[in-house]
């Protein structure tokens, strides 16, 4: 490959690329017009991610100062055609796992350069905000706070960026009453593989929307998103509650998923071979009652801990004990473990922030981090805790591990997500950091016994935020959507430039 690169200067501060890659020698050199910046020293940040496990150096990182400037850079990679091997593939916070936003030799679009302007809109009872994608949902919370709303679905960690989580899917507790984040969109602004500027929603050129939605960043990069709002509340009523069978814990999650009137949030942690109990808490859950909860004695024992959350504002505080009451009335948990604690809203949603500054102290969140995310159909998942708790997981000492179930109907099948087939379905996320190379290895195993398992008993489980190293993997993680999916690609991004971290297309030149 040769490839050179100039800096100069003219109205608009333009970089231009001699892009000769696999190209006739003979074809001109074009410049490409941005307001924004190449950088082609300095980028190891674009060849790595949270992951930390697969690194692969970009050709260059394009800075944007403007939407026209992504949509520039693409339209020129479209218009070498299949006489350059060039990508683009977007990063948002390089929060994946194994890749997903790298561009080895690439383009990487640092979409955080766009970050800035955000606009909320209050009409009639559909308030929304207007935000760039390259932007922190920790800072769409904040802008949103000022107008007295917030978004409706989170992650449970906040520094992320609107495009990166949108083209997953962004799950949290919240999920089981407003879907996933990516059903709480209303529309999009996405730049497709040949560079048009395109805006989508349920109304206008809804196929991109829905296929972007989840989509993988296949076949657009969102340059901007339109997110549904709701009134936000000032304080949150943070509650566990321990069980020791895996039964009895899911029955209650089910329950106070379906009930009517019920909890805001609704999660869940595994607890496998450890002593206490507060020290396995990740996130900032400081109980009121941090001796009572010391002096539980798990035993070693795999324990089931259900977590809650209810919104309130300070004048509604009685009434919200009473209802919080009646509704922990009816579960059946261990009762010497009702541990609540009270935070700010802001404080609850950033709570893995607070935990992040605590690992960043002593040296662990840099580490590699081998997540395995499962959707697991309803029916399956107590085959799934029997075969897995406590058997091919031994111990919770390198990560948390999260449980809790979401209604299928609060998702909308016209998006790229695809979910296990039945009406309810679990998340149980793994999330360890390993110390060193022997434990990478350990956890990594752990992960192929897990996923080994769920493929011996057919278990029907989805993977989330998966990486295959082939096509075939692709195709059967879709399943019948594979069609729709491979089609949008074809209308959408026809010579497989973007997002080529997924690895589902290859660029064929
Ligand atoms: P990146 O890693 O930068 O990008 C992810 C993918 O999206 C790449 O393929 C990239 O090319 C593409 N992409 C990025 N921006 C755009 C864009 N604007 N347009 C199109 N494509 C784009 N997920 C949950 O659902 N729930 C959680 O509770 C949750 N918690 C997490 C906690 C931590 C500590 C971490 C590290 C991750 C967590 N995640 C969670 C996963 C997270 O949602 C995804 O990894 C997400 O992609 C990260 O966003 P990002 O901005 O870092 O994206």
Redesign the pocket.
């Known amino acids: 490959m040769l490839l050179k690169q100039h800096t100069t200067t003219n109205i608009l501060s333009t970089t231009v690329l001699l892009l000769c890659c696999c190209m006739p020698l003979s074809l001109p050199t074009v410049p490409i017009p941005v307001h924004g910046r190449f950088t082609f020293d300095g980028n190891e940040f674009a060849g790595r991610?949270?992951g930390n496990q697969l690194h692969s150096l970009p050709w260059a990182v394009l800075h944007p100062k403007k939407v026209s400037d992504v949509a520039s850079t693409i339209k020129h990679v479209w218009h070498m055609g299949l006489a350059s091997a060039m990508t683009v593939?977007?990063?948002?916070?390089?929060?994946?796992?194994l890749g997903?936003?790298q561009a080895p030799h690439g383009i990487v679009i640092s979409?955080e350069s766009l970050r800035g302007e955000m606009q909320v809109v209050i009409k009639g009872k559909s308030p929304y905000v207007d935000a760039p994608?390259?932007e922190l949902w920790i800072n769409v919370l904040h802008h949103c706070l000022i107008h007295g709303l917030a978004p409706k679905s989170w992650?449970?960690?906040l520094h992320?960026?609107v495009?990166?989580?949108l083209?997953?899917?962004?799950?949290?507790g919240q999920a089981f009453r407003h879907g996933p984040q990516i059903s709480n969109v209303h529309q999009l602004e996405v730049i497709t593989g040949k560079g048009e500027v395109v805006v989508c929603s349920e109304e206008k050129n809804a196929d991109l929307f829905h296929g972007v939605l989840g989509g993988?960043?296949q076949f657009?990069?969102?340059?901007r998103a339109r997110i549904s709002l709701e009134p936000a509340p000032k304080r949150v009523k943070w509650i566990r509650v321990v069980y020791s069978d895996f039964a009895t814990f899911a029955r209650d999650q089910e329950r106070l998923i379906y009930a009517e009137k019920t909890f805001d949030y609704i999660e869940g942690l595994v607890i496998v071979n450890r002593t206490g109990l507060i020290n396995n808490w990740r996130s900032s859950f400081d109980p009121q009652d941090p001796d009572e909860a010391n002096q539980f004695v798990s035993d070693g024992r795999t324990l089931f801990c259900l977590e809650l959350t209810m919104n309130f504002n300070p004048d509604e505080e009685a009434h919200i004990d009473k209802d919080i009451e009646s509704l922990l009335s009816e579960l059946s948990y261990i009762p010497s473990t009702l541990f609540v604690t009270q935070v700010s809203y802001v404080e609850f949603l950033d709570r893995?922030h607070a935990a992040e500054l605590k690992l960043r102290s002593k040296g662990l969140w840099d580490l590699p981090h081998p997540w395995l995310n499962l959707l697991i159909p309803r029916s399956k998942i107590h085959t799934f805790a029997d075969g897995v708790f406590g058997n091919i997981l031994t111990d919770t000492n390198s990560g948390p591990v999260l449980i809790y179930p979401v209604n299928k109907s609060k998702w909308d099948n016209r998006t790229s997500f695809v979910t296990p087939d039945e009406d309810v379905f679990y998340l149980v996320a793994f999330l360890p950091h390993a110390a060193e190379s022997e434990g990478l290895q350990q956890l990594q195993d752990q992960n192929r016994r897990i996923l080994n398992f769920c493929d011996s008993a057919e278990l029907g489980v989805k993977q989330y935020?998966p990486h295959y190293e082939s096509q075939e993997e692709w195709r059967a993680h879709f399943g019948p959507r594979w069609e729709i999916f491979a089609q949008r690609k074809s209308a959408y991004d026809p010579l497989a430039i973007l997002?080529p971290?997924?690895r589902i297309f290859q660029k064929s030149i």
């Open positions: 991610d949270f593939a977007a990063r948002g916070h390089g929060h994946s796992l997903q936003a979409m994608a390259g992650t449970d960690y992320l960026t495009g990166g989580t083209s997953n899917a962004g799950i949290s993988l960043g657009g990069i969102i340059t893995v935020l997002a971290g997924q």
